[in-house]
């Protein structure tokens, strides 16, 4: 029923004494009852009837027994001359009354979550009558991918704000910063430095962990969650239950702080006399990761061998292919850290490599045949068709003469051939190359001109700063600005073109840093210098301008 409706009934109220009126709360005493409907005697030879709507929603109609005494409001009258009487009415003013109270002089309140609406929860709280929970005074911290999990509970609250009949907005947070209070307040009390105590991980940084001791925050740092040099992400999960020794206790500012690992004595003390790098050992696999297994020396003391270093099969991509927990295996220390608490491990060091095997029989220079296993811009992956042996083949070793896109060259299961160039950095691949299998153009030209040789070439690219000259495919120079022949106001974009052939005298070449310079200016210097020495046989301080004039004054003679 709407608020006005019902504050009109509630102002029409009528005292007890007297005969029945529509608006009265009257008690009645149960004389009759069937499925549906309920007998009431008012007094006053009066009887009202509760209808079965009501018996219906409300089960505890349902369980009354003739004699007991129910209390309505006098919504009308029947045909019969019995008296309609709502009980729902009658509570849910009595139900009012109570929240008010309950308001006033702030006791808490309970209610069902119904359903979720826009910006917080409606709340049953009993006879109709509905109080709305915001989401933020739904917990300690609202929880939005969570906040289904209150949906059909009952919770308890307090009313923060009132208005009878009209609006109900309560809390379920204050109530829960009670209770944690509470709890805080016991556990500061109780507990003191060199306790142990349980709790479970609330929230996990890169700095340390916070666990929920039951009403107050513990905070273990990094360093005192473990001997060893994990993240507390590889130590610790959400969730997790654990045991912590207290370190420190700040009751003025209510902060604890933790430690996991001064529960055991430190078992790195003795490994740096113990182990040394190169020594082959045995461990039991005591557990597996996504990269790499651990393998306990001895109680306390880990080694992790990567799963990099646990087979040189280039099929093996998880740790499970070769390892399992519970197992004995052997293994050699590849590095030995104590300070740091760590100890690498290598598994496949035992074995002989096949990218050495593989060497062996084709060394550097050899042509093998390989497929195509995975382009990316820079690279390409491959795997011999001899030996099944991983090989890399970067992008600059396809072509001499061009950069070629390696995703564009060549697909999947190709079978190519390629020059074997050597064993790749890290030992797991060879590196071999296609354009290898070719003397390289620089070798080439290197065999036929050096320093102070004319050279023709077609320019490829014009700069500001001169312009490059292909001398032949795979083969490319540059002019400098200071070696054109350019007056000074010139722009070189508009005297020089793209495409355009161009000669000029060699400067410099070197075929180890693939440089090669050009100078047109030297090369028409020297022309100028031949044709001077031809037409005065030799003779010094003759200019090729007055040398010019002198055949222009005899023509005209």
Not at 125 to 137: N, R, S, T
Not at 148 to 177: H, P, T, W
Not at 292 to 297: K, Q, R, S, T, W
Not at 451 to 472: H, N
């Amino acid at each position: 029923m709407e608020g006005k409706k019902l504050e009109a009934i509630i102002d029409r109220y009528i005292p007890e004494e007297g005969p029945p009126r529509i608006g009265a709360l009257v008690k009645g005493e149960v004389i009759g009852k069937t499925d549906t409907e309920i007998i009431l005697d008012l007094g006053y030879k009066c009887e009202g009837v509760i209808p079965e709507e009501e018996i219906q929603n409300y089960p505890e109609l349902r369980k009354v027994k003739i004699g007991e005494k129910l209390e309505g409001i006098i919504t009308g009258r029947e045909e019969t001359g019995l008296y309609r009487i709502s009980f729902s009415i009658a509570k849910q003013m009595r139900l009012w009354e109570t929240l008010e109270d309950s308001y006033r002089h702030r006791k808490r309140v309970k209610g069902v979550v119904k359903e979720i609406v826009k910006k917080g929860y409606n709340v049953d709280m009993g006879y109709g009558i509905i109080a709305f929970l915001p989401f933020k005074e739904s917990d300690l911290e609202d929880d939005i991918y969570g906040r289904k999990r209150l949906l059909n509970k009952q919770i308890e609250a307090y009313i923060v704000d009132f208005v009878k009949n009209k609006k109900i907005l309560i809390s379920r947070k204050q109530v829960l910063e009670e209770e944690l209070q509470r709890k805080k307040e016991e556990f500061l009390n109780k507990v003191k430095v060199g306790d142990v105590v349980k709790g479970e991980v609330k929230r996990i940084k890169n700095f340390g962990a916070f666990i929920d001791l039951g009403g107050i925050e513990g905070f273990v740092s990094a360093r005192d969650i473990t001997w060893g040099r994990e993240k507390p992400n590889e130590i610790l999960r959400k969730g997790q239950s654990v045991k912590a020794v207290v370190l420190e206790i700040d009751k003025e500012k209510e902060k604890v702080k933790l430690g996991i690992k001064q529960l055991t004595p430190d078992p790195w003390t003795l490994v740096g006399e113990k182990y040394k790098k190169g020594q082959k050992i045995r461990g039991k696999v005591i557990s597996l990761t996504s990269f790499g297994g651990f393998i306990e020396l001895e109680p306390g003391v880990e080694g992790m061998v990567h799963v990099s270093e646990l087979s040189w099969d280039p099929s093996v991509k998880k740790p499970s292919q070769v390892l399992k927990e519970g197992e004995v295996v052997e293994a050699i220390i590849l590095d030995l850290n104590p300070e740091k608490r760590r100890i690498s491990l290598s598994i496949k060091a035992l074995q002989k490599s096949p990218v050495e095997e593989f060497l062996e029989k084709y060394p550097p220079g050899s042509i093998v045949k390989a497929r195509v296993v995975k382009t990316k811009k820079n690279s390409v992956t491959l795997q011999t068709v001899d030996g099944n042996v991983e090989a890399e083949m970067k992008a600059e070793d396809i072509s001499w003469y061009e950069r070629k896109d390696p995703r564009k060259e060549f697909k999947k299961e190709q079978e190519i051939e390629v020059c074997v160039l050597g064993k790749k950095e890290d030992g797991k691949a060879i590196m071999v190359g296609i354009k290898q299998m070719e003397k390289d153009p620089w070798e080439r030209i290197a065999e036929r001109i050096k320093v102070g040789d004319v050279v023709e070439g077609v320019i490829k690219t014009v700069t500001d700063f001169g312009i490059f000259v292909e001398v032949e495919k795979g083969v490319e120079g540059l002019a400098p600005k200071r070696e054109l022949l350019l007056k000074r106001d010139q722009n070189i974009k508009e005297v020089y073109k793209v495409g355009d052939k161009i000669s000029g005298l060699l400067l410099l070449f070197d075929k180890e840093k693939k440089k090669l310079i050009l100078s047109p200016r030297l090369l028409q210097k020297k022309e100028e210098e031949e044709i001077l020495e031809k037409y005065t046989g030799g003779k010094k301080g003759v200019k090729l301008g007055e040398m010019v004039g002198d055949i222009f004054n005899k023509k005209n003679e």
